[in-house]
């Protein structure tokens, strides 16, 4: 699929956020992409990293996930996919698992809403977190 045509410019910090985020997979904090462009920009300040990832996902170049209560995470794959988080840790990864259209589908004709869009959030115990805690199943 092709990348959204970017709204605002892509300054050189926000190519360097994009591209910092782009090699993870861990759907980051804004202090934790914060963490890792000071390591290419060290003056950058968490306020501008924070303001510039909030503008990119309101533009479309990344997405901002609000999930479980937690605090906001970001992440570089624009394309409709799910997320699974740790309830132990927090930890946020994607799951390979299949876009339901047909849910969105359902729920126009069930309801007088004009459906934009929905979000499903998985919620399990990591493989870490299983380790740390010697857990193999919940009770």
Do not use: W
């Not at 924070?50 to 990344?62: D, K, P, S, T, V």
């Amino acid at each position: 699929m092709n990348a959204p045509t970017p709204m605002i410019r892509l300054t050189t910090q926000r190519q360097i956020i994009l591209e910092e985020l782009s090699k993870v997979k861990t759907h980051p904090t804004a202090s934790e992409v914060y963490d890792m462009v000071r390591k290419r920009l060290p003056r950058i300040g968490l306020g501008t990293v924070y303001r510039n990832l909030e503008l990119m996902a309101e533009n479309g170049m990344i997405v901002k996930l609000e999930v479980g209560g937690t605090q906001k995470r970001f992440d570089a794959t624009t394309d409709a996919h799910y997320h699974i988080r740790c309830s132990c840790c927090g930890r946020v990864d994607d799951i390979d698992v299949p876009v339901l259209d047909s849910l969105v589908d359902a729920a126009s004709e069930n309801s007088s809403y004009q459906i934009i869009g929905h979000h499903i959030e998985f919620t399990g115990i990591c493989s870490k977190c299983r380790e740390e805690d010697n857990i193999t199943s919940l009770q």
